[in-house]
């Protein structure tokens, strides 16, 4: 094979990898329909008739909740926003804590901030990367009071697991599945699989409606939490006939409302969902196979009974194996032209926010109503998830509807060249 194009050589790859589309005519027919209608909108911060939205909205809700079998789905502007209004629902307050992954996009851990909770964390089981109910165990005080557990990647969290400790414990959980629609558990989807559960909207997403999310729940009293959250709740319980304390519990309201258009990408983009989860999996499972041939590389597990969604494709690296370090084998991939990230994000404890205790106002609120052993937030708090970010995982999305079978070739091709040139590599640094 070639010289390496990181030494001097040709790239295996000089165009780009197929960009990942879901949108088509269905979409910009939808859209079309609701313009001729001249509504975008037609959600009241009142308690009125359209207090939940207009017919989209409302449509977008009910197909949702039929095609993962709840009794509620509440659709909102994204999914930050449903993670934060499904903490409020919960009624955490200051000083509660909640159980959180340090391995996931930041806010679904700082939801818990937003109501004055306080983000504990637990560590991650080094094969799915989804919280380890092991380590929930061992997190949990007297002042716990939820849990956010994600499935990332597009694979379930152990929820037969976490749900038999929350009911032992009185917890509520609420699952983040924003990277895991059509994924399953169990023959349950993920999203259904605690007492809430979140899907993200969001353009990158397997499916998507630009910006957006919806929260779901089997439970009536979340559910109208959820809406009113979503929709100045303050402005609304009195005419609702909310006076009870306990009914009042965070309901300050916010505008987390999605808009018509949204909604009517939205439900085109539900019917797709299945035939864009498929060419992911079969994906997956052709770049499985091809890894499972070189030594040092290990491909995405998925646990007995799991449906994965391959949001990510999640390769382990083993640097002693290859011969490589993780940094230079991933500047040499690159060179090739070949997408490869190395890990996912920082473990979140190690932001600012946490490593200062600054968050709301000046003076460390919530932090200030913490248990002092609930803001450990020291390197080494996490060590599974430490050493996958900072020295085993590597990362690509090339697992999607819109990738050929050429590609997929190259990808691996790209992986052998350069660990048939290791040795030029390593003279050469």
Known sequence: MSKLALLGGQPLRRKPFPIYRTLGEEEKQA???????????????????????????????????????????????SATSCLYAGVGAAHIGPGDEVIVSPYTMSASASAALVYGGIPVFADIDPNTFCLDPASIRRCISPRTRAIIAVDIFGHPAAFDEIMAIAREHTLVVIEDSAQAPGAKLGGKYAGTLADMGVFSLNYHKTIHCGEGGVIVTDDDAYADRLRLIRNHAEAVVKAKGHREPDALVNMLGFNYRMTEIEAAIARQQLKKLERLLEPRIAAAGYLAEQLAAIPGLSAPRTVAGARHGYYVFAIKYDAARIGLPRARFVEALRAEGIPIGMGYVEPLYLQPMYQQRIAIGRHGFPFTEARPEAVRYERGLCPVAEAMHFESLLTTDLCHADIAQSDLDDFVAGIRKVIDHRNALMEAA
Request: hydrophobic share 45%; no cysteine.
């Open 31 to 77: 859209v079309l329909a609701v313009l001729d209608r001249g509504v975008l909108s037609q959600f009241l911060g009142t308690w009125s008739p359209d207090f939940n939205g207009g017919p989209e909205i409302r449509a977008l809700e009910k197909e949702w909740a039929d095609y993962f079998g709840v009794r509620h789905a509440v659709a909102m502007n």
